[in-house]
């Protein structure tokens, strides 16, 4: 089984997000960093991290069609669980026709940032690694999660 993790981070108008797919939790198939321009919100960025990641296993690992996503956004996690819809209704919509592709998938909302019990941590980190260099030149007085 594959696993999907998610993150997006913004500081300023600079917006970033983070994709990681491990096998069998141990064994890293890919990871993704991307930065946006003009993305409406952290949510979008992070419905584009999953949906990076789904067409990552669609097009390269299509042996494994059983995936966990983990996501930090309640609201990524409750439209990819059937629970709900919202703004951005075509990029809702292209998700989950990409969620419906896999044999099995399950879903899990990781609370974002815990210092402990934290599955999404390492997505959490490449997050705040991509935007280290623009909080270190407007001298940011934020933290980065420790490693």
């Not at 089984?1 to 300023?12: A, I, K, P, V």
């Not at 439209?79 to 026709?97: E, I, M």
Request: glycine share 4%; net charge neutral; hydrophobic share 35%.
């Amino acid at each position: 089984m594959l696993q999907l993790y998610s993150d997006s981070g913004t500081y300023g108008n600079i917006p970033f997000s983070a994709t990681l797919i491990l096998k069998d939790r141990k064994e890293c198939m890919t990871f993704f960093c991307k930065q946006y321009k003009d993305l409406a919100s952290p949510v979008v960025g992070e419905i584009l991290a999953v949906q990076q990641g789904l067409e990552w296993i669609i097009e390269n690992a299509s042996d494994c069609m059983d995936v966990e996503i983990y996501v930090d956004s309640m609201s990524v996690g409750q439209v990819l669980a059937g629970n709900s819809s919202g703004a951005y209704s075509d990029l809702w919509r292209s998700l989950c026709l990409l969620r419906d592709c896999f044999h099995m998938t399950k879903i899990y909302h990781v609370k974002a940032h815990q210092p402990t019990h934290n599955p999404n941590k390492t997505c959490d980190m490449l997050c705040s690694a991509l935007l280290k260099p623009y909080k270190k030149e407007a001298k940011c007085t934020q933290q980065l999660l420790p490693s």
